[in-house]
């Protein structure tokens, strides 16, 4: 993970929860533990090598555990841990929010992003 520029708190928490997917497989886990493709089917426009560094990066900052069950196939589940759970209030703000921007009248939202 890249070191902090500014040493900021805010900083800190967007290096690792910054990014389209983390927060969104954080959201998807608040319901309980769920297997890598149902993770991954809640995400449609995720790649499954996106999905696996989003997951390591979360479980290496121990906000997810991963639990390998001895199977055929092998399961794998993915669920929030205790330090995860404090990403609760942020996702509640974060879905405050953006209802607060889907709500807007329509000339008050930004245009969206072109790919040119």
Request: aromatic share 6%; glycine share 6%; proline share 7%.
């Amino acid at each position: 993970m890249k070191e902090s520029v500014t040493n900021c708190t805010v900083e800190e928490a967007m290096r690792l929860l910054g990014g389209r997917w983390r927060l969104l497989i954080a959201y998807f886990l608040l319901d309980g533990p769920r297997r890598f493709n149902a993770l991954r089917r809640s995400l449609p426009g995720i790649s499954q090598r996106m999905l696996t560094l989003d997951l390591r990066a979360l479980e290496d900052a121990g906000l997810i555990s991963r639990t390998v069950y001895p199977t055929v196939p092998v399961t794998v589940e993915y669920q929030l841990t205790d330090d995860g759970n404090r990403l609760i209030p942020v996702i509640k703000v974060m879905q405050e929010f953006g209802r607060w921007l889907h709500e807007r009248e329509p000339s008050a939202r930004p245009e969206p992003e072109t790919g040119s």
